[in-house]
């Protein structure tokens, strides 16, 4: 079989109209992974993909040069803790206390101690900010770099020599990084994609209607605008980058998100693109047949070679691995690929996710897995890695028809719809009509300027943030960059800006706003392991972790609750416990209009579960069910209450009862 690996690298642009990056994340991300992934692979006979998106590439340059004039957080990194106002003290310890805690701040026992302070001292602040940097950087840095390797013996005592020697260290590491890619280049192990400038999602600026023909329900804004001509812009300057970059032409591209149409492909095509990659949902919707067999194939719509993706595959190493032991989640991929192997001849599997995001969850970053993945694929005689060049001079189906989606659900509701995100678009569009009625008596440089703004804004990354399904400690900040790059464009044209441009869209939002209602019937088995998260597919999520970024974090507390129904069950899930919590843990279950009160205990007992039948388990998280048939009521309010024999560790949710109907009919969210 053939195996085109593709990873995904993107950070959105942070920059301010100023050209400061407002966070730190291209640069942390630097550290540890954009160097790492290549090098991990270089020692392989493995070929691969990487896509590289243009507001990454610039804002990574601007760390060759004093960093600290382009990043607020490393100009007050660098700062005595002393001459910090309480503003930015404040702002960075929230940025220092955002590392993942299990896999990156426990792991080093002074950050893991700073970690669970409310307040610190001068010198506790200088080491929480020198282990945060010292945490994010990668296995490269840390088993090369006799700096890094000094201050990680070190851990504490940190002086502002330290900080200036690290930070001149790193600067450096940063430099060659490009270099490092565009050896791999020219050896033609690896292939580079990029991706639309400002990472837009391609069919919704051609056609807004784009958004209702892959998911009739949506809300699009009214009098929605096509930017035909910023969707070009956004494909040529991504050429330009690539290629000053890379010095050689950009050939292939991974639309944003993988959002495609028969438009944007054929302006693709027509801009010099030969290949992209978008998700099987969009084949599927195109063939108008579920056949898992279709995406083992590659294809061309006109002249375009697309591969998509295989979407449980590449979500096993983005979500699901990192909860298995290294080895043992490298021989179940592997076990994957022979299975499809030996039932489809002439397979081409393509894995397609983020390259950067998915190590920060596992242990020692990614890098024991991705050793023991690499491995065990270069021994498999059957299997052959290719890159996306390399597929492109190979013969593929012809396909007559492209749906357009992108790859979550094969829609773009993630990115129109909610209010928040609707009215973002509206915001946008208003500025643009005003910025078209007044650009006639504009100089041709104040042109340009607003210009690259509007390609700025239409960014997918605000919508991402906007709305109720996802959210970020960020919020705030996302959310003012927005409506700034807005409000820039009426100063650049001497224009008051509209009123409504100062007001913030993303609300105050209250526990509530992280609950999201299922989308169809799961039926998954209880038995207390993660090893098939697509049991789970369509199910709700109360999302308890937003209050992890302001109370002391207590080792074994639920951060998510999964729970969903089929016509026989209900069914819970519950991560974050411990498997020390595993064998001592109880969860009291009150259930209301019942007025009954079940305890289990996590490894299966029970005190009392009344007229209720309870099944439960618990190892790499706890999951429960509660027979429906002992149940004589349509709806159900239900709290939990997480404890030990010791005491009570935990009410969920935070915002009161869970509410569940019985009846509830999931098929107006089905799609095909």
């Known amino acids: 079989m053939k195996l085109s690996l593709i990873w995904h690298m993107h950070q959105p642009d942070y920059r301010n109209k100023e050209g400061i990056m407002q966070m730190p994340w291209v640069f942390m991300h630097a550290i540890k992974d954009y160097y790492d992934m290549p090098w991990i692979l270089s020692q392989y006979k493995i070929n691969a993909t990487f896509n590289i ?21 490393l100009r007050l990194w660098l700062k005595e803790p002393k001459e910090l106002q309480e503003g930015e003290r404040k702002w960075l310890i929230k940025i220092a206390k955002s590392s993942h805690f299990e896999t990156m701040v426990k792991p080093l026992s002074r950050y893991a101690q700073l970690y669970e302070q409310e307040h610190y ?16 950087c990668g296995n490269y840095l840390k088993r090369s770099n006799t700096t890094v390797q000094k201050l990680l013996k070190k851990q504490r005592d940190f002086s502002i ?36 400038f400002y990472h837009p999602i391609l069919p919704l600026l051609l056609d807004m209607q784009n958004a209702k023909r892959a998911d009739p329900n949506a809300v699009i804004p009214q009098n929605a605008l096509p930017l035909k001509s910023d969707a070009k812009r956004h494909i040529q300057k991504a050429q330009e980058l690539y290629k000053e970059t890379f010095e050689q032409e950009a ?8 959002a495609v149409d028969e438009k944007s492909v054929a302006l693709l095509c027509s801009l010099g693109i030969s290949w992209i990659a978008t998700d099987e949902a969009i084949l599927y919707k195109s063939l108008n047949d579920n056949n898992k067999e279709n995406i083992y194939k590659t294809y061309r719509f006109n002249d375009m070679l697309i591969g998509f993706r295989d979407h449980r595959l590449s979500d096993l190493i983005g979500f699901e691995y990192r909860y298995k032991e290294s080895n043992a989640a490298a021989d179940s991929f592997l076990k994957e690929l022979k299975s499809i192997e030996t039932k489809s001849a002439d397979a081409t599997l393509f894995v397609i996710l983020d390259g950067e995001n998915a190590w920060e969850y596992y242990e020692n970053n990614g890098f024991d897995f991705l050793n023991a993945l690499y491995g065990k694929i270069e021994k498999a005689p059957w299997c052959e890695t290719l890159t996306m060049d390399m597929l492109q001079k190979k013969d593929a189906r ?49 042109k340009l300027k607003i210009d690259e703004i509007f390609l700025v804004a239409e960014s ?31 100063q650049l044209m001497q224009i008051n800006p509209p009123q409504d441009l100062f007001v913030p869209l993303v609300k105050e939002r209250s526990a509530r706003d992280f609950l999201i209602q299922p989308q169809s019937d799961i039926s998954p088995q209880i038995d207390g392991k993660k090893d098939s998260f697509f049991e789970w597919m369509g199910c709700g999520v109360v999302d308890e972790s937003h209050l992890f970024s302001t109370m002391q974090r207590t080792q074994g507390l639920v951060e998510k609750i999964y729970f969903g129904q089929d016509a026989k069950k209900l069914y819970f899930a519950f991560e974050g416990v411990t498997k020390a919590l595993c064998k001592k843990g109880m969860i009291r279950i009150m259930i209301d209009p019942l007025k009954i009160e079940a305890k289990v205990s996590f490894d299966g007992g029970a005190e009392s579960f009344d007229t209720l039948k309870i099944e439960s388990a618990c190892n790499e998280w706890l999951e429960l069910s509660i027979d429906k048939s002992t149940i004589d009521v349509p709806k159900l309010s239900l709290r939990f209450e997480i404890e030990t024999q010791e005491s009570a560790l935990q009410t969920l949710p935070s915002f009161g009862d869970l509410l569940i109907d019985l009846d509830d009919d999931y098929s107006k969210n089905w799609f095909v």
């Open 53 to 73: 998106t243009a507001p990454l590439i610039q804002q990574l340059k601007l760390y060759t040069q004093n960093p600290q004039e382009h990043d607020k957080f």
């Open 121 to 136: 001292n001068d010198a506790e602040l200088l080491d929480l900010e020198l282990l945060f940097i010292l945490a994010w």
């Open 161 to 196: 020599d330290d900080k200036t020697m690290l930070l001149a260290t790193l600067q450096e590491f940063v430099g060659g990084i490009w270099d490092f890619y565009k050896k791999l280049l020219q050896t033609q192990q690896i292939s580079i994609a990029t991706t639309p």
């Open 251 to 258: 050939v292939g591209f991974w639309p944003a998100e993988g």
């Open 398 to 446: 012809s396909l007559e028809h492209l749906a357009p989606g992108s790859w979550i659900n094969g829609n773009f509701d993630t990115w129109v719809g909610d209010k928040e995100k609707t009215r973002a678009w509206e915001l946008l569009y208003m500025t643009k009509r005003d910025f078209e009625r007044h650009s006639s008596s504009l100089s041709e440089n104040v």
């Open 460 to 490: 997918s990354d605000w919508f991402w943030w906007y709305g109720n399904d996802h959210h970020t400690i960020f919020d705030n900040e996302f959310d003012s960059l927005f409506r700034n790059n807005l409000i820039e464009v009426y």
